[in-house]
């Protein structure tokens, strides 16, 4: 049964740090992992997906690893803003082959920048 | 990425009655997937919606709390049944609109509480 873990559970940092979050899962045979941000009482948006056979992708100031075979991704924020406080949940897609499937979710991160 | 609603966004409800959720998508998709959040938590799946076919529910989730309709290719409910205190979350729809990469986009979620 495929797992997810993100660590830290929290993380409080001042304002224009660059930041990792951390994601790791315990079945290496993903389709692909997703990361999504969630603010308070709110649905999730998508921030980036990484397909099995990328090692990483980038919007923004945002960039995100994969390295499948140890089980671990990588969320990079570069130069923080108060506006990203947030909870960064990783998803994967336990699962090979196309079409939609369920996610299995880490328990997010929940990130606070302090101005 | 698509373009999902829910309603209602949120709802306080008296134990033992029931509520019914809607999810409008702005296209055609064959699968709607039901999430739950519960407070703290992180995202747990319900059940996949099928048009034209019974709803598959995740271990733990049964049909007759958790009745889904998908009556066409852009629309579902999810009914919670008789509910409880425990049955305190939000509730989010989503769907993959990505041409089968299972890139999966989320409504703004139905925020329930249940007194």
């Known amino acids: 049964k495929q797992e997810v873990t993100q660590i830290p559970a929290a993380l409080s940092v001042p304002e224009g740090e660059n930041l990792v979050l951390n994601c790791s899962f315990t079945?290496?045979?993903?389709?692909?992992l997703q990361w999504f941000r969630q603010d308070p009482g709110k649905g999730l948006t998508s921030l980036l997906l990484i397909q099995s056979s990328q090692r990483e992708q980038t919007s923004g100031r945002l960039n995100a690893s994969l390295d499948k075979s140890s089980g671990r991704s990588t969320l990079y924020i570069a130069a923080s803003q108060p506006g990203d406080s947030a909870t960064y949940l990783c998803?994967?897609?336990?699962?090979?082959?196309?079409?939609?499937?369920?996610?299995?979710f880490g328990q997010g991160t929940r990130l606070t920048i302090n101005p | 990425s698509a373009v999902i609603s829910q309603k209602p966004s949120r709802d306080i409800c008296q134990r033992g009655t029931s509520l019914t959720i809607q999810c409008q998508v702005d296209?055609?998709?064959?699968?709607m997937f039901w999430y739950r959040q519960q407070p703290g938590q992180s995202l747990t799946l319900i059940a996949t919606a099928n048009q034209g076919s019974e709803a598959t529910y995740e271990s733990g989730f049964v049909i007759d709390k958790f009745p889904i309709s998908r009556p066409n290719l852009t629309f579902s409910t999810l009914t919670v049944s008789n509910m409880s205190p425990e049955d305190s979350s939000i509730y989010l729809c989503?769907?993959?609109?990505?041409?089968?990469?299972?890139?999966?986009?989320f409504g703004p979620g139905t925020r329930l509480t249940v007194l």
């Open positions: 989503s769907v993959d609109q990505s041409g089968g990469y299972n890139e999966q986009f």
């Open positions: 079945d290496s045979a993903i389709y692909n």
């Open positions: 296209s055609q998709v064959t699968m």
């Open positions: 998803a994967v897609t336990p699962h090979q082959g196309q079409g939609a499937q369920k996610l299995v």
